[in-house]
């Protein structure tokens, strides 16, 4: 059950299916395109959509709002520090303007950054800063149904291999829980493996740390040797490993708004906090406002409660379970922060071109009011061709949907599945040359 009750409550929209038609129709069939108040259930995403807990709320009164020196970026601080033992720490709005004052002040033209997966702004900053983003998943990502516990894990071979044939590399940068590959946690054996290999190569090693917590506690679970240890101890370790770290805060933070990067070299610390004060703002607020600080300050702690966390991945491997047996085959073993509908077995009938995983977000929609997030050919094909995976993913935001929400999405998902046979797709009418998916406008094929 939910570790915690509630206290504040939000009403949900409720449409009748031909609002929900029509406003599909408004929207070009792009959920991006819907009015939150047209949708019930929302797993759109689940950063910056988390409810805070009373102490946070009560903290957010505590913030110190000083151009310079504020007392909630020292409180701030301190938690970061103690959590990674990092010495320089600078916050940032949100994760991406985190990432693009790393790449430019660490990456030189033509230097690549290597992953286990860039997330897509992680992607586009290092290519923004001149860069080339390698991806180098394990082999184990690529089996959707495979069960193996850390299909996140970054190919070590692949990386020793590249580095010792001389390529350019200016880092490397795991991302824990891989989010592009489906959410799956990284080991700590290969967070170790990583290590050795960047230290032998004198390469430096971050994290993309959006989930660090939710991949800590995934390897509490699946780890042999971690089965004592707590979720904090598990993070403190991974963080340990690394040069430092970017992150997301909206994710793990459980905040609305926050960004992070840490370092270990004064140097290179140096040259990102110059680039911080010309963008973001002075390093004691970097684009955040003191009480988003206090906010962070005690999200970064509440994050690592093994109650909360086990209450997360237990929901999300529960409601990846329900939806199968409704007839939603979903990528396993699930992690923690959504579940991933592999749209191919629903709708075998509808090719890559005419975007199955978009069609089911939008039968799912219609269905129940419910938004999904489309990860397939829409967001990911292009000229090169489609996206090697057409999935939906359903995001759980943090402390926000109750079991009775998730029963309501089980209940629309069997009733698409009994009738996914006459479910067609859709094609383009209108998209922008990059990014497509955030404007493109579509019509039933
Ligand atoms: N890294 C990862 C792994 C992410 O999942 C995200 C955002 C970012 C970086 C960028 O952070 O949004 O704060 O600038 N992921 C969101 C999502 C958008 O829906 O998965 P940001």
Same mark, same amino acid.
């Given at each position: 059950m939910?570790p915690y009750?509630i206290k504040?409550i939000?009403?949900?929209p409720? @449409? ?14 792009n959920?991006f ?6 949708v019930?259930?929302? !797993?759109?995403t689940?950063?910056?959509t /988390?409810a ?7 903290? %957010?009164m ?5 151009y310079a020196g504020?007392r909630s970026f020292f409180?701030f601080?301190?938690v970061v520090r103690?959590?990674?033992g990092h010495p320089h720490?600078l916050p940032?709005?949100? #994760?991406r ?8 002040s660490?990456?030189?033209?033509g230097q ?5 997966? =860039? ?9 923004l800063? /001149?860069g080339?983003?390698?991806?180098l ?6 089996d959707l149904d &495979?069960?193996?516990p850390?299909?996140g894990d970054l190919d070590? *071979?692949?990386l020793?291999? !590249? %580095?010792a044939g001389g390529a350019y590399?200016g ?6 829980t891989n989010?592009? &590959?489906g959410? +799956?946690?990284v080991?700590?054996?290969?967070l170790?493996?990583?290590r ?7 390469v430096?090693?971050f %994290?993309d740390a959006a989930?660090f917590a939710?991949? *800590?506690y !995934?390897?509490?679970q699946?780890?042999p040797?971690?089965a004592a240890?707590?979720?904090? +101890? ?7 490993l690394?040069? &430092?770290c970017?992150a997301s805060?909206?994710?793990?933070g459980?905040?609305?708004? &926050?960004g992070?990067?840490t370092l270990?070299? +004064?140097e290179l ?6 680039l911080l004060i010309a963008?973001?703002?002075?390093? $004691?607020y970097?684009g955040l406002?003191?009480r988003?600080?206090?906010? @962070?300050?005690r ?5 690592t409660?093994? *109650? ?5 991945a237990?929901t999300a491997?529960?409601?990846a379970?329900e ?6 085959p979903?990528v396993?073993?699930?992690?923690c922060h959504?579940?991933?509908?592999d ?5 075998? =009938?509808v090719?890559p071109?005419?975007?199955?995983a978009?069609? %089911?977000a939008c039968?799912?929609y219609?269905?129940g009011g ?11 094909g ?6 090697p995976?057409?999935l939906l993913?359903l ?5 926000v949907y $109750?079991? #009775?929400h ?7 998902a ?7 046979g006459?479910?067609? #797709?859709?094609r383009? $009418?209108?998209?922008p040359q990059? !990014?497509? =998916? ?8």
């Amino acid at each position: 059950m939910e570790p915690y009750k509630i206290k504040m409550i939000e009403p949900l929209p409720m @449409l009748t299916r031909e609002q929900r038609s029509e406003a599909l129709r408004s929207a070009d069939y792009n959920l991006f395109r819907l009015r939150a108040d047209q949708v019930t259930i929302d !797993l759109f995403t689940d950063s910056g959509t /988390g409810a805070m807990s009373a102490e946070q709320w009560a903290a %957010l009164m505590l913030g110190d709002e000083s151009y310079a020196g504020a007392r909630s970026f020292f409180r701030f601080e301190r938690v970061v520090r103690d959590l990674t033992g990092h010495p320089h720490v600078l916050p940032t709005h949100q #994760g991406r303007a985190a990432e693009r004052i790393l790449f430019s002040s660490l990456l030189r033209p033509g230097q690549a950054s290597v992953s286990n997966t =860039h997330f897509d702004t992680t992607r586009a900053n290092v290519e923004l800063a /001149g860069g080339r983003a390698i991806d180098l998943p394990c082999e184990a990502a690529a089996d959707l149904d &495979g069960k193996e516990p850390f299909k996140g894990d970054l190919d070590a *071979a692949a990386l020793e291999s !590249l %580095l010792a044939g001389g390529a350019y590399v200016g880092c490397v940068i795991v991302t824990v829980t891989n989010n592009a &590959g489906g959410g +799956q946690p990284v080991s700590m054996a290969n967070l170790r493996a990583v290590r050795e290999i960047c230290d032998r190569y004198g390469v430096p090693f971050f %994290l993309d740390a959006a989930r660090f917590a939710e991949n *800590a506690y !995934l390897i509490t679970q699946r780890e042999p040797g971690y089965a004592a240890h707590t979720p904090r +101890q598990v993070a403190e370790e991974m963080f340990a490993l690394a040069d &430092g770290c970017v992150a997301s805060l909206k994710k793990d933070g459980i905040a609305n708004i &926050g960004g992070l990067i840490t370092l270990r070299s +004064q140097e290179l610390a140096d040259r990102c906090r110059e680039l911080l004060i010309a963008t973001e703002g002075f390093p $004691t607020y970097g684009g955040l406002a003191g009480r988003d600080l206090e906010v @962070l300050a005690r999200g970064l702690v509440e994050v690592t409660d093994p *109650a909360y966390l086990r209450h997360r991945a237990d929901t999300a491997a529960w409601f990846a379970a329900e939806l199968e047996a409704a007839g939603f085959p979903c990528v396993r073993p699930a992690g923690c922060h959504a579940v991933y509908v592999d749209a191919r077995r629903v709708l075998p =009938h509808v090719p890559p071109e005419r975007f199955p995983a978009q069609a %089911l977000a939008c039968e799912l929609y219609v269905e129940g009011g419910i938004r999904g997030f489309e990860v397939g050919t829409l967001s990911f094909g292009g000229p090169d061709g489609p996206a090697p995976y057409e999935l939906l993913r359903l995001a759980l935001p943090r402390r926000v949907y $109750t079991r #009775g929400h998730l029963e309501h999405v089980v209940r629309s998902a069997a009733a698409i599945a009994a009738r996914a046979g006459s479910i067609s #797709g859709y094609r383009i $009418t209108r998209a922008p040359q990059s !990014l497509r =998916h955030f404007t493109a406008e579509l019509v039933p094929a």
